[in-house]
């Protein structure tokens, strides 16, 4: 008979959680003690005491390193004092960003699917095209967004394309490699018996190939959905712009807003773990529609 607990209860999982939170948290608030320390000594009157120093870590405008709290605050009020359209507020970065991310997923799906198909049924691209594919990601993304940035600028292509054309870049080959592997996944012995019913090989991928590699295409999309984020937030680096994650982490570092650049990383950390949880619940939907048990 099955308990009524949660799967994370029955594993034993929460208590575990929580004590790693607890254990970071204690460590981050002393982290911002020792590096904080040296300003605040400067700000504080002589004769301060231990007590006014560890405030005084914890309350900095421009600390070194924020306190938890204070990127709390800083969330807070970015995201609930100010309309989502204001540039003022963290919801409209996020949604620049994404926007762009989502494109760039987009664009990395389509060539992903594409070039899988190929190399998976063409032999000369297997062997000739493969090898591109991997070498493609050696070239770190900083070093190529400026380039492609100038490139399409020149052409008068600006905006949103640039920089989903960054984050397919960086997304696009988790996709393929998870998807040659699963379009190669199904059994001779099932290839067989579809050539002996004379299966067009549109069939042969519609009825086999496909379906065995929706296992390897949603972690491989887990993925993908991680570094398209990535891809923007870096192709708004670059270009100077005035909105999105990458351009608020810009504006903070250039001024010295050290609390602003955490809560901007924090608010990519959540848009992150949002699309793992969107592929997850398409995932899941998808099993279902087949038939398939979670």
């Not at 190939?209 to 993925?223: E, N």
């Not at 351009?247 to 050290?258: E, F, I, K």
Request: net charge positive.
């Amino acid at each position: 008979m099955r308990c009524g607990r949660t799967p994370f209860a029955r594993e034993g999982v929460v208590l575990p959680l929580i004590a790693i939170i607890g254990v970071l948290l204690i460590v981050w608030y002393l982290g911002a003690i020792f590096l904080n320390a040296p300003q605040a000594r400067e700000q504080l009157a002589e004769g301060a005491g231990a007590r006014d120093l560890v405030a005084a870590t914890w309350s900095m405008t421009r600390p070194v390193l924020p306190a938890p709290h204070q990127i709390a605050v800083e969330l807070e009020q970015s995201l609930f004092t100010h309309p989502v359209t204001s540039p003022r507020s963290l919801v409209y970065h996020a949604w620049v960003t994404v926007s762009a991310a989502l494109a760039g997923l987009g664009f990395a799906l389509a060539l992903g699917l594409l070039l899988a198909i190929g190399i998976v049924h063409v032999r000369l691209l297997d062997r000739s095209l493969m090898p591109w594919v991997i070498a493609s990601q050696t070239v770190p993304v900083l070093a190529i967004a400026p380039m492609v940035v100038v490139v399409l600028g020149n052409l008068g292509i600006t905006g949103l394309l640039p920089k989903a054309a960054i984050a397919g870049y960086l997304a696009f080959f988790p996709i393929t490699v998870g998807m040659v592997k699963g379009l190669r996944a199904p059994d001779p012995l099932q290839l067989d018996l579809l050539r002996t019913y004379d299966a067009r090989p549109a069939q042969v991928f519609s009825l086999l190939r496909f379906p065995a590699s929706l296992g390897f295409l949603f972690p491989a999309l887990r993925i993908a959905v991680t570094l398209a984020l990535v891809g923007a937030i870096v192709a708004e680096l670059p270009t100077g712009a005035q909105a999105g994650l990458g351009a608020r982490l810009l504006a903070g570092s250039y001024y010295g807003q050290t609390v602003q650049i955490w809560a901007a990383l924090f608010m990519a950390a959540a848009m992150s773990m949002l699309g793992l949880a969107a592929v997850s619940l398409i995932e899941t939907l998808a099993a279902r529609s087949r038939g398939g048990r979670l």
